[in-house]
């Protein structure tokens, strides 16, 4: 199949980009694709984890890793290409020209957000810059909790910015912090767990958007 970009964007910082580009990296490896992981962000949380994987977890299955400047990044795209079907780039904040790059590139652009209205107002700039460069993009309902109407403000607060979010939402667990400790992702570190069936329907929801 042909490789394609899938770019975590989102200018709010404190909106678990790097979380979700590990916990859908390590679910899209389960599923039997070759993925690759890029760091553009200067924070450096995501080469951090990739550090402690490859220290602690050296059976996990490989993922491809990359740390690059985000005017590097089309060169660094075009070599990844040929080593991996998916490839996720982990952006810094604030919508920085590193970020602008990384959505330009991208065949699809994941907006994680707490499901509140001002955080879902916060992420406007994001989806208005991957509509504008005609990229494919969709929110990504992220530390979700368990009941209450946090679920039903949020799709209130889409349909009213014209948004669209994933089908499928991350909830607010505490495996996925665990997991992430450890250099792993929920579906290694406790593939039973709801947290896993979270995260596996997630990557599906991806990986047919992206067929």
């Known amino acids: 199949m042909r490789s394609a970009v899938v770019t975590v964007a989102q200018q ?32 450096g949380s995501l080469t951090g984890w990739m550090r402690l994987r490859e220290h602690r977890q050296q059976q996990a299955p490989e993922l491809r890793f990359s740390m690059i400047g985000g005017w590097r990044l089309g060169v ?8 991996a079907e998916l490839i996720l780039v982990d952006t810094p904040p604030h919508t920085e020209a590193d970020a602008k790059t990384a959505i330009r590139s991208a065949d699809l652009v994941l907006v994680p957000c707490q499901p509140s209205s001002l955080d879902i107002w916060a992420s406007k700039a994001t989806l208005d810059h991957a509509v504008k460069e005609r990229r494919k993009v969709a929110m990504v309902l992220n530390r979700v909790p368990p009941r209450g109407r946090a679920i039903d403000e949020a799709r ?33 570190s406790e593939p ?17 958007r992206l067929s």
């Open 156 to 188: 209130a607060a889409l349909a009213d910015l014209g948004a669209m979010a994933l089908e499928h939402q991350i909830g607010n667990r505490q495996a996925f912090v665990a997991s992430v400790a450890q250099g792993l992702g929920v579906v290694e």
């Open 192 to 208: 039973r767990s709801a947290a896993a069936d979270e995260v596996r329907a997630l990557a599906q929801d991806v990986a047919q």
């Open 76 to 83: 660094e795209l075009d070599r990844l290409k040929r080593e």
């Open 12 to 43: 709010k910082g404190g909106a678990g980009k790097t979380t979700l580009v590990i916990q859908l990296a390590t679910a899209l490896r389960g599923l039997g694709r070759s993925v690759a992981l890029v760091d553009i962000d200067p924070q």
